[in-house]
């Protein structure tokens, strides 16, 4: 059997950024991707935070192939008679370095990819690694079809479902109910209406966010990333409430209905479908972290668990590159002691000791609460209620400003309810 130091499963973000971190040190590695290309079949919303990651191969992100730096926020509370839209913009972030940027993986994949193929890391497309080889309980490389290749180091970066690493038993089978499902579609709009409807200048991009009626009262929310003239357009929809609430809506329709709904069609106007898809999201978020190591293998990105829905952001991506990076990063270290069994322990202290598995423990309450179906419900109509009650101006006298905001507060705000519900808040 041909052996190699290193094996990577999976072309998306955590793989290539593991690959591209063991070629760069001249290790022998091959990265194994499904795909027709590396980027060909993976999902995203649409921003990598860089910040967290850029010094991470700072040269990589100098020169990537990202569509716009994200210098204006918004998010909308979305009801089916008003919408509430907060707009925030900065001067820090409309300035180098940009904290975030919208990505096509697509684009931006395939060129990580021959990223590490310059830096003498070989990248098979078109293959699915259908198991890994076990030998006394260590993973000692690969079979893909009639293909065995044997590694020292197997790095699982498969995404979210896992199927391989499940089947291996290094994981466990990810339940649906951890789960969500996005739908997403890339809308064509000239760079110039792009920047006229999110109010950007010339070359910088917006992220826009909206709860409430787009997941009809369900967990979840749309998404809207403006790329260079493109649009990625979408929902994710927790699996539970989708099975749970659902009312027999065919879930995917709801795309149709959050594109139409009268406070957003205007902003998808004119465009033209480029590509529609659909993909699995993990919301477990810490609690649904296995153990990232073990004999002969780590596990890094989705398949590790590492993505994280923080509400008014998502994050996953910069999760998967800095996984990638440690993994490598740990084989590297325990190659030059000379034991690389020492690689497991050294890329999880990594992963803890840092931002990664800290950001996912700070905001691990973050699951629970959003259970709550009064998020996406009852807080969305209430401040659409405050804003209605404030600017409408009947024949009859008006009331204070004071009494008119009071008003609604009182009646949506001050109770039993409300007030547990804000205990929760402290918590994430
Ligand atoms: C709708 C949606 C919106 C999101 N929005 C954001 C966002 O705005 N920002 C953010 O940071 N994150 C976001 N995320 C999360 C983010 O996209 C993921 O966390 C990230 O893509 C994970 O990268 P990965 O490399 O671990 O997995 P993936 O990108 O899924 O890559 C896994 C790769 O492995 C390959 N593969 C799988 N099985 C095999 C096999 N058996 N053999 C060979 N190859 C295989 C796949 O083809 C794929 O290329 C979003 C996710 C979704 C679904």
């Known amino acids: ?36 290309y590396a980027g060909a079949k993976n999902v995203t919303g649409g921003r990598l935070y860089v910040s967290p990651i850029r010094d991470m191969y700072p040269e990589l992100w100098e020169a990537a192939p990202f569509e716009r ?39 931006l994949d395939l060129w990580l990819s021959e990223q590490v193929m310059e830096k003498g890391g070989m990248v098979i497309t078109n293959q699915r690694v259908d198991e890994l080889l076990m030998e006394d309980g260590k993973v000692i490389g690969i079979r893909a079809g009639e293909d065995e290749i044997g590694a020292d180091m197997t790095i699982v ?23 969500a499902v996005g739908f997403k579609e890339t809308i064509e709009l000239p760079q110039e209406v792009i920047e006229s409807r999110w109010h950007l200048s010339p070359g910088q991009g917006a992220a826009h966010l909206f709860m409430g009626e787009v997941t009809k009262g369900m967990l979840g929310g749309g998404f809207l990333y403006t ?38 069609a205007p902003l998808v106007a004119g465009g033209e479908l480029l590509e529609y898809s659909a993909h699995v999201i993990s919301e477990a978020g810490y609690a649904g972290i296995p153990q990232l190591y073990g004999d002969g293998y780590l596990l890094a990105g ?76 009852h807080y969305p109509q209430s401040v659409g209620r405050i804003f209605e009650r404030l600017f409408t101006l009947t024949s009859d006298p008006t009331e204070g400003i004071y009494h008119k905001v009071m008003g609604s507060v009182k009646q949506d705000f001050v109770n039993a309810k409300t007030v547990k519900e804000l205990m929760g808040v402290r918590k994430i």
């Not at 994200?70 to 707009?87: D, H, P, Y």
């Not at 910069?318 to 190659?335: C, I, N, P, Q, R």
């Open 227 to 264: 790329n260079k003239s493109s649009i990625s357009f979408g929902i994710v929809l927790g699996m539970k409430d989708a099975k749970e609430r659902a009312d027999k809506i065919d879930v995917y329709t709801l795309l149709d209905d959050f594109k139409a709904h009268p406070h957003v």
């Open 157 to 179: 970066a498969e995404g979210v479902l896992g199927l391989v690493s499940t089947k291996a038993g290094l994981r466990q089978k990810p339940s649906w109910k951890d789960h």
């Open 1 to 36: 059997m041909e052996k190699v130091d290193c094996i990577v499963v999976g072309g998306g973000l955590a793989g290539l950024s593991a690959a591209y971190g063991l070629a760069s040190e001249g290790l022998e590695v091959i990265l194994i991707e499904r795909g027709d």
């Open 69 to 107: 730096p994200v210098t204006r926020e918004f998010i909308t509370l979305l009801n089916s008679g008003n919408a509430t839209t907060i707009e925030f913009a900065s001067d820090k972030f409309a300035a180098q370095p940009y904290q975030s940027y919208t990505v096509l993986r697509a684009t």
């Open 302 to 377: 989705d398949t590790a668990g590492l993505a994280l829905n923080q509400l008014y952001t998502v994050r996953g991506m910069d999760f998967a590159v800095a996984s990638g990076y440690y993994a490598a990063k740990a084989t590297l270290e325990a190659k030059q002691q000379g034991d690389l069994s020492a690689a497991g322990p050294m890329y999880e202290k990594m992963m803890r000791d840092t931002w990664v598995i800290k950001d996912l423990e700070t905001a691990q309450h973050i699951p629970h609460f959003i259970e709550n179906p009064r998020i996406f419900t």
